[in-house]
C-alpha cells in the first residue's frame, strides 16, 4: 500500500522567511497529493492540492511542486506570517474510484516575529 | 451544510469501559474515514468506507476496535474494551470524490484512564 514520508518533523522560521516541507511517496499509482493545515486545537483543513498531470501549482504564498520520476513534492510558503504558524500535512491518493487518502506524518511549523 | 459533525468532542474513560464516537458525513459525500491522531503516529488511517461499505479496514488497530456505517449520514467507531494506549483524537473525515477534497469534523479527543 501507499507510504507516505514528510520531512522536517519540526520547522523553525522568521517572520519573512520562507519554509519548505518535503514529502516522498511510494506507490506510482497515486495521483493526487493534498496539502492540509491543523492550527492548535483544530481539525485539519486543505490549503493546496496538485494533480499528477500538473509540476507545480501556486495560490498566493503557497506553491507545490511535483515529481512524479523521483516521487516527492514539497510544500513552499513565502513571506511567512504568525499566522502560518501550524500542523502541515502532506498526503497521497488515488483518485476516481479508489480514494485511501494516506497522510505523512506532520511537520511543525513555527513562525517566529 | 454544518460539515462534518462528531459527538462526542471530549470523552473520558476507564480502562476496560466501551467506547463508542459517532460522526455524521456531508450530506452527499459517499466516502467516509476514520483515522486517529497522536503525537508519536500523526493522522493514522483506521477504516474507510465507500457507499457505506467498509473497503480498507488495514489500518484498525486490533479487533478491539470496530467500525459500522449502517446509512450514508451515519457511522461508529467502536472501541471494546478500551485501553489508556487508546487516547488520542479520532477524526472523521469525507468526501466527495468529485472534488476530492476531504473535510474533516472537528474531533473526539478520547482519554482512558
Known amino acids: 500500500g501507499e507510504n507516505v514520508e514528510q520531512h522536517p518533523s519540526t520547522l523553525s522560521v522568521q517572520e519573512g522567511d520562507s519554509a519548505v516541507i518535503k514529502c516522498t511517496y511510494s506507490?506510482?499509482?497515486?495521483?493526487?497529493f493534498p496539502w492540509y493545515k491543523q492550527e492548535l486545537g483544530k481539525r485539519p483543513q486543505l490549503i493546496i492540492d496538485?494533480?499528477?498531470?500538473?509540476g507545480e501549482k501556486k495560490d498566493q504564498r503557497i506553491a507545490v511542486t511535483l515529481n512524479k520520476t523521483a516521487k516527492h513534492f514539497s510544500l513552499h510558503i513565502t513571506e511567512t506570517q504568525p499566522e502560518d504558524s501550524a500542523v502541515y500535512f502532506c498526503?497521497?491518493?488515488?483518485?476516481?474510484?479508489?480514494?485511501?487518502?494516506?497522510f505523512g506524518a506532520g511537520t511543525r511549523l513555527a513562525v517566529h516575529p | 451544510d454544518a460539515g462534518v459533525i462528531q459527538s462526542p468532542r471530549h470523552e473520558v474513560t476507564e480502562m476496560g469501559q466501551e467506547v463508542t464516537l459517532r460522526c455524521k458525513p456531508i450530506?452527499?459525500?459517499?466516502?467516509l474515514f476514520w483515522y486517529r491522531q497522536t503525537m508519536m503516529r500523526g493522522l493514522e488511517l483506521l477504516i474507510y468506507f465507500n457507499n457505506n461499505v467498509p473497503i480498507d479496514d488495514s489500518g484498525m488497530p486490533e479487533d478491539r476496535f470496530s467500525a459500522k456505517m449502517p446509512n450514508a449520514s451515519f457511522s461508529t467507531l467502536k472501541i471494546q474494551p478500551s485501553e489508556p494506549r487508546d487516547s488520542a483524537v479520532y477524526f472523521c473525515?469525507?468526501?466527495?470524490?468529485?472534488?476530492?477534497?476531504?473535510?474533516f469534523g472537528q474531533g473526539t479527543r478520547l482519554t482512558v484512564v
Open positions: 498526503a497521497a491518493s488515488l483518485s476516481g474510484g479508489y480514494n485511501k487518502l494516506i
Open positions: 506507490d506510482s499509482a497515486s495521483n493526487y
Open positions: 450530506s452527499g459525500h459517499d466516502y
Open positions: 473525515a469525507s468526501l466527495d470524490p468529485l472534488n476530492t477534497e476531504a473535510f
Open positions: 496538485i494533480r499528477s498531470n500538473v
